[in-house]
């Protein structure tokens, strides 16, 4: 039986940290991950044997590069997509994570978004963004419901 593909998909840092504590899923899925390239980031190509693609790393606290850097991995991300062609496309957020769900929701994937667990109060851009056409929108504090109503409570991916 052919496994379902599932990109796994986030920011470098503490979302890729907490999109790390997904990994027991990963032998399930035919699975991909895409995070931002970086000299000091988690390497998931030497923890895991499967495909790990990069995007530019670019935050918004970079006004000056920031629209151009999303703007390439928005090329990118379509890049990603057409080679990957997922089912699902499951993250744990920040900007990298933006223009692939959206791609991905255009194209046919359902997007399932885990709310990072450092927002106990306040919504993420991003998350503020897919949590519109999210298929499955997850947050890990209980108090998150109130901004996010539709939302699904799980507790914490630690």
């Not at 890729?16 to 699975?31: I, N, R, V």
């Not at 044997?49 to 379509?78: E, M, Q, R, W």
Request: proline share 5%; charged share 20%.
């Amino acid at each position: 039986m052919k496994k379902k593909r599932v990109l796994f998909i986030a920011s470098t840092g503490g979302h890729l940290a907490e999109l790390m504590q997904l990994s027991p899923m990963f032998s399930k899925y035919d699975t991909y991950i895409i995070t931002e390239k970086m000299k000091n980031n988690i390497s998931p190509k030497e923890l895991f044997h499967f495909p790990v693609y990069y995007l530019i790393y670019g935050t918004k606290d970079h006004p000056l590069t920031f629209p151009f850097k999303l703007l390439a991995n928005c090329f990118k991300s379509l890049y990603y997509f057409i080679k990957i062609r997922p089912k699902y496309i499951i993250t744990t957020g920040a900007h990298t994570a933006g223009p692939m769900c959206c791609i991905g929701k255009l194209l046919g994937s359902k997007i399932i978004f885990i709310e990072t667990f450092a927002n106990i109060y306040t919504k993420t851009v991003t998350g503020s963004i897919v949590y519109h056409f999210a298929d499955l929108f997850l947050v890990q504090w209980e108090s998150m419901l109130k901004l996010y109503p539709k939302a699904v409570y799980k507790g914490w991916i630690y």
